[in-house]
C-alpha cells in the first residue's frame, strides 16, 4: 500500500510543477543568484505550495541540508511528506547548469579525490538510496521555450538517483562530466519516465 493516496501524490506533483516553475522564472529574470539561493527558494516555495493546501492527509517540511550532512549525503537538500501517521524522506543534488554561458562547467575535477565532483556526490547517495527516495536535479538557466530540447520546457530536469548511478558506474571518472554526457542522461530518464504533469 502507498504511504499517500493518488489525490495525495496529484497535489505533491502540481505542488512541486508550480514551485519550480516560479523560481526558475526568477532565475531566468534575474533574481536568483547562485544554485544555493534557487535550491533555498525551491524548497520554501514546495513548502508552502503544499502546506498552503491545508490537506489534513499531507503536510511538507522541506529545508536546505547542512553542509557536513550536504558532504556526507551527496545531496543539497531534503523534502519531508507525512500523512500525519508516516513520512517519506526525499533527497536531491542540485545542479545549477548555466549552459546558457557556458560549456561543460557544472562540474569538476576535486584535487583531493582526482575524481568527478558530480559523481562522488552520486556514489555517497548509494548509502541512503534504499531508505530515501534521491533524486538528482537540473536547474535550466535559459528563458523559458530557449531550453535545449533534451531539457524539461517549464521546469528543471530530474533524474532518479539509480538512473545516474548507472551512468556513474560505466564512466570514467577522473574526468568531469560534459554537456554531452548530461543530454544523454536526462534523455535515456525521459524515455523512460513520463514527465507530464496535468
Not at 84 to 107: G, I
Not at 110 to 135: D, M
Not at 158 to 170: D, F, N, T
Not at 175 to 194: G, I, N, V
Request: aromatic share 12%; hydrophobic share 35%.
Amino acid at each position: 500500500m502507498s504511504l499517500f493516496p493518488g489525490y495525495a501524490i496529484d497535489d505533491v506533483s502540481k505542488s512541486v510543477l508550480w514551485a519550480d516553475c516560479m523560481v526558475r522564472s526568477d532565475l531566468a529574470i534575474g533574481l536568483i543568484a547562485n544554485e544555493n539561493d534557487y535550491t533555498s527558494n525551491l524548497t520554501s516555495t514546495i513548502r508552502r505550495q503544499i502546506n498552503s493546501k491545508n490537506r489534513s492527509y499531507l503536510k511538507a517540511t522541506s529545508l536546505v541540508l547542512k553542509p557536513r550532512f550536504e558532504r556526507k549525503l551527496g545531496c543539497d537538500a531534503s523534502i519531508i511528506l507525512s500523512n500525519t501517521k508516516e513520512f517519506k524522506v526525499c533527497l536531491f543534488e542540485a545542479k545549477l547548469l548555466r549552459l546558457s554561458q557556458y560549456q561543460d562547467s557544472w562540474d569538476y575535477v576535486q584535487r583531493k579525490t582526482g575524481q568527478s565532483h558530480f559523481s562522488g556526490q552520486v556514489q555517497r547517495q548509494l548509502s541512503v538510496s534504499n531508505i530515501f527516495a534521491v533524486w538528482e536535479m537540473f536547474y535550466c538557466d535559459y528563458p523559458f521555450g530557449k531550453q535545449p530540447n533534451w531539457m524539461n520546457s517549464n521546469t528543471s530536469s530530474c533524474v532518479w538517483h539509480s538512473e545516474a548511478y548507472s551512468k556513474v558506474q560505466g564512466r570514467t571518472n577522473s574526468t568531469r562530466w560534459t554537456d554531452m554526457e548530461l543530454e544523454d542522461l536526462l534523455t535515456d530518464a525521459a524515455a523512460k519516465y513520463s514527465t507530464q504533469i496535468d
